[in-house]
């Protein structure tokens, strides 16, 4: 009697009640998969290869051993900030992309309709899913622990700002996680997910404080608003991001002693608030889920209820005599290459029709020129720096398109089962293949029209010298080549879309970002003149340097009235580069050496299409 | 005409199609049967040149489909087990696009496309979503794909997979049609009975091997089933069992519900000693016919169901 009664009171106590049989399932199937492994292990790699980054930064061999013996303290420092700020951003990331196909997994395979017919609610299936990704990141949390305690041994570093920090990585990645969940809902594939939830994060933490910091700043300039923002707001701000109180939280450790103007910041206050966005984000996600299964156990074809707008539109049409809805669409006629014209049919960004796109496209147009105003307000619209912003901004955006649309043109056909009906056509495989490329560039081309479009405005109202558009244009025709051929080879070698965008991504960070950090690290490029010039070479391939070498010389308006001959090219450590002459046979040599690379990785493309067909 | 001789595709030490070797006349519905994983669908990709076979040699009008695979492909269309759709496109557009793929004239294409729905039965979807078709509208949509570009030859891997009694029909009607026009057709598909209505040949293949292959006259003796039939009489049926079981050209008489089934000895046919005999002995004979040799039966008896 005591037996029976006693179980269900246990059984309704136990957390795993909240997640249910899924929790395990997924558990379960994550330990089989190696990707798992090899993330633990890449994990560890990428955290001692930053750690030894910043030790060698504090620490410095060719000094006394005494003196590497005081600096043990900072030492200590540095690292356990490297460590956490480690965490702290590559959780979040992970928690994006380990749960971007949480649930349309189970939409796609139509499992999600099949649990709804089982005791398990849809807050098990969201818990479930949430937390068993989860526990994998903090397994990887976990993985650093004995460093951070035997760092700690250098002193200098309090137990609380650990905690303190643990705490805050937990509630900011249990956030990120949450509302990768929720776009995964109704998102089939995972690199749409981490995209979206990258951009509400960077709106979030990002964008958002900026506009608001700015809009501030800008009203103070004009006399027509409060003179600065106020301490509640910054209270505010650093109590609802995670970057800025992580930021905080760091500086306070580092040097102890802060201004007595700092404003009040409580840890305990930012996690509980994180908590509660997280907590908030995932009932919603339950409602959503909740609904999905429904429909989808039912039967029915549209996931999810469709928008008001467009039923109103729907039933308008219907309630014409005689006409149904499906004799209302407009037929377009085939023009020229097939394969062009098809690409050149589908939306820029799938799951958005060209209309919503327009839309999209004039307001990005309009908040672009209330930059343009701000930037006047503050009489920096003459600056240089300002130019060089915004066309990195251009080409960051730019580039990603280009990745993307190039890495999922293939894949996304293999994907549906739509690739061999294309290549049991008559088409060659050269046709197919300048036809995806031909569409990538089409989808592409609002971006680079926006770069296009900013710069001729500046040149016309002379704020950037007319050679920045020759130079740009060289730059922009080597880089999209390098990235369509690259990301047409990815798309070809790959199944699945989001191995091939994540290819097309890693790639990029590889020989951008990552190799230029650990080039810079060895010796021999930084000390050795004939090592360092070659070093300066690679470097100038960046796209990042080029279009801010290009931008830096010709922006501005004193730059802009500058003759040919006076303008002035800041490559990294090749003055050689300095004159236009220079720049420019510099830009052209890098335009064929990127474009000789897209070509090659586009014909390696074009000889796999055949070879992974099914 | 379709000719593969000692075809053989090898996936790692797994044979997928293994020796295989079959003929089919220009202008045959040729059946295509066999139990999952037993190398169908592999012998028709690299017939459409979407696989390289590892050895052996496959050709159509005499043309090498390892070497002449744009050639082959204008003149076979070919529709696969799962066919793919474009999210963004509309019946017409769908159709028209692949005619643009095949080459055809830009001025051609709006007639062919009309006409192609039209024996496909589709025109009143053209402005349809490709994606919001149903399950049997989009296997009829294949079908239109596949004759976009009038090909001599179709291959169709289980066209009828999925579909309702109903669009069975319609789709089994089509291809009666398109027999008519004079096109050859090789045809998987597991709903075997409707393969026996529409072909002039089948071919029967196991762990990539070809187990049998000629005309549904042709695989009774193979089996060795000839000499069945199904007799049925008026009344006293205990009487007419006694009195074939007596007769030297018969083995075995079975009573299967109100006929009855005999079976005559390898070599014998006794369909007129049969009714003679009951004749003699004052009985009424209703019906005397040869038992049907179903083509599930066939399937049955040729495979033995292991799969790879």
Known sequence: ?614 | MIEIKNLAKYYGDLAAVDDLSLTIREGDIFGFIGPNGAGKTTTMRILVTLLEPTSGRASIHNLDVSKSGKKVRRLVGYMPDFMGVYDDLKVFEYLEFFAAAFGIERKKRKSIVEGVLELTDLQSKQRTAVDSLSRGMQQRLGLARVLIHDPKVLILDEPASGLDPRARIEIRELLRELKRMGKTIMISSHILSELEEICDHIGIIEHGKLVFSGTMEEIRPHLGIRGKVRVKVAENQDKAVELLSALPEVSQVQAVGDKLAVTFHEGSDGDGVIARTLVKADMDVISIEPEQLKLDDAFLQLTKGIVH
């Open chain 1, 1 to 614: 009697m005591t037996t029976t009664s006693a179980k269900p009171a246990s059984h309704s106590l136990s957390p795993l009640r909240l997640t249910g049989p899924l929790f395990d399932k997924e558990l379960r199937v994550s330990s089989r998969r190696r990707r798992n492994y090899a993330l633990r292990f890449v994990y560890v790699i990428l955290l001692t290869f930053f750690v030894a980054i910043f030790w060698l930064g504090v620490v410095e061999s060719e000094y006394s051993p005494v003196f590497q013996k005081s600096r043990m303290a900072l030492a200590g420092k540095t690292i356990i900030t490297t460590i956490v700020w480690f965490q702290f951003i590559t959780t979040q990331l992970l928690a994006v992309v380990m749960l971007s196909t949480s649930i349309s997994d189970e939409v796609h395979h139509r499992t999600l309709g099949l649990l709804m017919t089982t005791p398990i609610t849809s807050l098990q299936v969201v818990m479930g899913k949430l937390f068993s990704k989860l526990l994998q990141i903090i397994l990887l949390l976990a993985i650093s622990l004995p460093l951070l305690a035997v760092v700690r041994v250098f002193g200098g570093v309090p137990a609380t700002y650990l905690l303190s920090s643990l705490c805050m990585t937990l509630t900011a990645f249990l956030f990120a996680g949450s509302v990768s969940l929720f776009f995964s809902i109704n998102n089939r594939r995972a690199y749409v997910v981490i995209i979206k939830a990258a951009v509400t994060l960077g709106f979030l933490f990002g964008f958002l404080p900026v506009t608001i910091g700015a809009a501030f700043g800008a009203a103070a300039i004009g006399g027509s608003g409060p003179p600065n923002t106020s301490a509640w707001q910054i209270v505010l701000f650093l109590h609802t991001n995670p970057f800025a109180a992580m930021s905080l939280n760091t500086a306070m450790m580092m040097s102890p002693i802060m201004p007595a103007a700092m404003p009040t910041f409580y840890w305990p206050v930012h996690c509980v608030l994180m908590l509660v966005a997280s907590t908030l984000l995932t009932a919603v996600s339950v409602g959503i889920v909740r609904r999905v299964a429904l429909r989808q156990a039912t039967g029915q074809l549209d996931l999810l209820p469709k928008r008001r707008g467009v039923k109103k539109r729907k039933n308008k049409s219907a309630r014409q005599p005689g006409k149904s809805q499906e004799r209302f669409g407009i037929v377009r006629r085939v023009k020229g290459s097939p394969v062009l014209w098809k690409e050149t049919r589908a939306p820029m960004i799938r799951g958005i029709d060209s209309r919503n796109s327009f839309i999209g496209l004039v307001i990005t147009i309009i908040a672009l020129f209330m930059t343009y105003a701000v930037c006047k307000k503050s009489n920096c619209l003459n600056e240089s720096f300002v130019h060089t912003t915004y066309v990195l901004m251009f080409v960051f955006i730019g580039s990603i398109f280009t990745m993307v649309l190039s890495a999922t043109s293939i894949t996304s056909e293999r994907e549906s089962s739509a690739w061999p009906i294309m290549l049991a056509t008559s088409m060659d495989d050269w046709h197919i293949l300048l036809g995806k490329a031909g569409g990538v560039f089409r989808r592409c081309l609002p971006v680079w029209l926006l770069l296009a479009g900013h710069v001729l405005l500046f040149v016309c109202i002379r704020y950037i010298h007319p050679i920045a558009i020759f130079h740009l244009l060289i730059f922009v025709a080597g880089l999209v080549s390098f990235l369509t051929g690259v990301g047409l080879y990815f798309s070809a070698r790959f199944k699945r879309t989001t191995s091939a965008v994540v290819a097309s991504f890693g790639l990029a960070i590889a020989i951008w970002i990552v190799l230029p950090a650990v080039l810079s690290l060895i010796p021999e490029f930084t000390r050795d003149s004939d090592q360092r010039e070659k070093f300066a070479v690679y470097l100038s391939a960046n796209p990042a340097v080029q279009s801010t070498v290009v931008t830096t010389a010709a922006g501005g308006d004193r730059a802009a009235r500058l003759k040919l001959s006076k303008l002035r090219y800041q490559w990294p450590n090749r003055p050689g580069w300095s004159r236009v002459g220079g720049a420019t046979r510099a830009l052209l040599t890098y335009m064929v050496i990127y474009m000789s690379i897209g070509m090659f990785s586009a014909w390696r493309a074009k000889c796999r299409f055949r070879r992974s067909v099914f």
